[in-house]
T-cell receptor, first 114, second 109 residues
Framework: DSGVTQTPKHLITATGQRVTLRCSPR?????VYWYQQSLDQGLQFLIQ???????AKGNILERFSAQQFPDLHSELNLSSLELGDSALYFC?????????????FGPGTRLTVL | LAKTTQPISMDSYEGQEVNITCSHN???????ITWYQQFPSQGPRFIIQ???TKVTNEVASLFIPADRKSSTLSLPRVSLSDTAVYYC??????????FGTGTRLQVFP
């Protein structure tokens, strides 16, 4: 158990819909990262937050957005869903720079778009 | 961020030592080398991190030559439960992590 929790575990929805994925980092971790893993694209970095502020952006689509709240939990919002958005979405947390970048990953949310 | 190259797959048998080499010719002075392990449908798990020479922990060793253009993850006496994908990442400790395709290790009985 990494200490990172993600909800829900599974999500099935239809194209065009909007969903919110939730992540609670390990106690004391200030950084939260979101990743998407699909069968054909491997593990893709989406976005990072550090202590409530966006710190780095990866291959995140404009239909996707995220935020980190004052209690440090984070939410990833996916809108206008397409079939290709079906994937495993992982959240990870770390203490944050400059204390190294060992990241602790949550169990993931499996999103299926029908 | 330095690009990494590692074998797509490797096979081994239980009890053997497995060495997975990663090349990173463009590694920068501030870059660390980090390895993660991922089982199917689970998030990656940190294995080991190093800057130069050799690092050892309870599960693996990491060998880094003086020029730091490559690194080798060594797994002693693998078991079936070590079957997983292993990712080599190179970057500054403040960098976001960029995962490549990884090395799929299959351990046979």
């Amino acid at each position: 158990d990494s200490g990172v929790t993600q909800t829900p575990k599974h999500l099935i929805t239809a194209t065009g819909q909007r969903v919110t994925l939730r992540c609670s980092p390990r106690s004391g971790d200030l950084s939260v990262y979101w990743y998407q893993q699909s069968l054909d694209q491997g593990l893709q970095f989406l976005i990072q937050y550090y202590n409530g502020e966006e710190r780095a952006k990866g291959n995140i689509l404009e239909r996707f957005s995220a935020q980190q709240f004052p209690d440090l939990h984070s939410e990833l919002n996916l809108s206008s869903l397409e079939l290709g958005d079906s994937a495993l979405y992982f959240c990870a947390s770390s203490v944050g720079p400059p204390n190294g970048n060992e990241q602790f990953f949550g169990p993931g949310t499996r999103l299926t778009v029908l | 961020l330095a690009k990494t190259t590692q074998p797509i797959s490797m096979d081994s048998y239980e009890g053997q030592e497995v060495n997975i080499t990663c090349s990173h010719n463009n590694i920068a002075t501030n870059d660390y080398i980090t390895w993660y392990q991922q089982f199917p449908s689970q998030g990656p798990r940190f294995i080991i991190q190093g800057y130069k020479t050799k690092v050892t922990n309870e599960v693996a060793s990491l060998f880094i030559p003086a020029d730091r253009k490559s690194s080798t993850l060594s797994l002693p006496r693998v078991s079936l439960s070590d079957t997983a994908v292993y990712y080599c990442l190179v970057g500054d400790i403040t960098d976001k992590l960029i995962f490549g395709t990884g090395t799929r290790l299959q351990v046979f009985p």
